[in-house]
Every structure is written in structure tokens, then in C-alpha cells.
């Protein structure tokens, strides 16, 4: 079993930035598949960032530029480092793992971009 908690969120003015921090109860590189998920009331959760364990990166096409996914493997975490921050980036977000053949949930942060 993995327990994630994130950690980083609140609320920013627009064009900020804030950086989101998940760690994880076991060690970074025995979790596969990490990504950041974002979910706003009323629809379902979508991806933001992946990364996995070999480093290689996936962003959806409204935060590429902006967001930046990165795994620290000597302090078990995983971040997410939101530049240029928009109000259309809030929402709560979820910090994803995968773990022998399953996958695991944080609690989610809020993150709020004030316009």
C-alpha cells in the first residue's frame, strides 16, 4: 500500500505561481506512473502532468510551458511547479501513484487563481 499526500496549494492572484509537493510513504522508485490530476465541480478529473520512474514527461496542451512535473527520488516526492498561473488552473488537485498494479489517491489540494 502507498500513501500520498500533497501539499502546496491556495490561493494565487492571476499570473503567479505556486508549487504543489506530493510525497509518498514508500520509496520513489519502486512507484510507477506519478502524475498530477485536477478536478473542478461538476466534471471529472482530468490529467495535468505525468512522469515515470525513467523520467520521460507528459503535459496536457493548456499548461505546457506554464507547469513543470519533476520526481525526487532521494526525498520521495514528486512536484508540480505552476508558473503564469490562470483562474481556469483552479480547482483541487490529486497527486496519482501507481504501486504493484494498483493505483493510489492523495487527498487532493485546493488551488485557487484569482483573477
Known amino acids: 500500500q502507498v500513501q500520498l499526500t500533497e501539499s502546496g496549494g491556495g490561493v494565487v492572484q492571476s499570473g503567479g505561481s505556486l508549487k504543489l509537493s506530493c510525497a509518498t510513504s514508500r520509496d520513489m522508485s519502486a512507484i510507477t506512473g506519478m502524475g498530477w490530476y485536477r478536478q473542478t465541480p461538476g466534471k471529472q478529473r482530468e490529467v495535468v502532468a505525468t512522469i515515470v520512474i525513467g523520467g520521460a514527461t507528459y503535459y496536457v496542451d493548456s499548461v505546457k510551458d506554464r507547469f513543470h512535473i519533476w520526481r525526487d527520488n532521494v526525498n520521495d516526492r514528486m512536484y508540480l511547479q505552476m508558473n503564469n498561473l490562470k483562474p481556469e488552473d483552479s480547482g483541487v488537485y490529486y497527486c496519482?501513484?501507481?504501486?504493484?498494479?494498483?493505483?493510489?489517491w492523495g487527498q487532493g489540494t485546493q488551488v485557487t487563481v484569482a483573477v
Open positions: 496519482k501513484g501507481g504501486y504493484r498494479r494498483r493505483d493510489y
